[in-house]
């Protein structure tokens, strides 16, 4: 069964470094989601990618972040000055269209230190 | 805007007992509801959905929930749990116009021998 894939699982990186989290969506999808997941708090949504553009994003969303499908394939989430609280669990996801359900990789853990 | 509320952090339940999981929305719009299931170090996977049609949902796993409008609820249920079902259970809904899901802040399911 096709799902979503990240990478990598875990990154580890220094305060105001970049970070570059990766995502394979489903290959016949056409919507991609990030959303992230602070410890112990619920998960939030980011963004929305379709047809190379961002069509919803929240307000955690700052300058900060961009997302980018660099190719047919690669979906990513960049985030270029890293703070602490960027620490969390970050999801992506991909829907076939806007009216379908979400399916959700396995996640990337990234620890700001 | 869309919300969701789990009322219950924590649900102990011994094993082979029937599990209800509660949850409550509000919405200006109609909406469609999804429970997603975290295993431990995993990431989301869904449970069930309701779009549209009957209000008794089923799902993977022998979940099921039920949608009701008038009371803005939809809460999953379970006959008999097993020790697998040990996870964290998000709650979430999505506006019929909105690519974004809004989670809740989940019930973690802790099933007792």
């Known amino acids: 069964e096709p799902e979503v894939t990240q990478t990598p699982s875990h990154q580890v990186t220094q305060m105001g470094q970049e970070v570059i989290l990766r995502c394979v969506p489903i290959?016949?999808?056409?919507?991609f989601y990030w959303y992230r997941q602070i410890l112990g708090q619920k998960v939030e949504f980011l963004v929305s990618?379709?047809?190379?553009?961002?069509?919803?994003k929240s307000e955690i969303f700052d300058d900060q972040f961009s997302v980018e499908r660099p190719d047919g394939s690669n979906f990513t989430l960049k985030i270029r000055s890293t703070k602490l609280e960027d620490s969390a669990m970050y999801f992506c996801?991909?829907?076939?269209?806007?009216?379908?359900?979400?399916?959700f990789g396995p996640g990337t853990r990234l620890t700001v230190l | 805007a869309q919300s969701v509320t789990q009322l219950d952090s924590q649900v102990p339940v011994f094993e082979e007992a029937p599990v209800e999981l509660r949850c409550n929305y509000s919405?200006?719009?109609?909406?469609?509801l999804f429970w997603y299931v975290q295993y431990p170090n995993q990431g989301l996977q869904l449970l069930l959905k309701?779009?549209?049609?009957?209000?008794l949902v089923k799902g993977i796993n022998g979940f099921e929930a039920e949608f009701n409008k008038s009371q803005t609820s939809f809460h999953l249920r379970k006959p008999s749990v097993h020790i697998s079902d040990t996870a964290e259970y998000f709650c979430?809904?999505?506006?019929?116009?909105?690519?974004?899901?809004?989670f809740g802040k989940g019930t973690r399911l802790h099933i007792l021998p």
């Open positions: 996801a991909s829907s076939v269209n806007s009216y379908n359900e979400q399916f």
């Open positions: 290959s016949n999808h056409l919507y």
């Open positions: 990618f379709y047809n190379n553009e961002i069509s919803e």
């Open positions: 919405s200006s719009v109609s909406v469609y």
């Open positions: 309701y779009l549209s049609g009957s209000t």
């Open positions: 979430a809904v999505r506006g019929n116009r909105d690519d974004k899901i809004i």
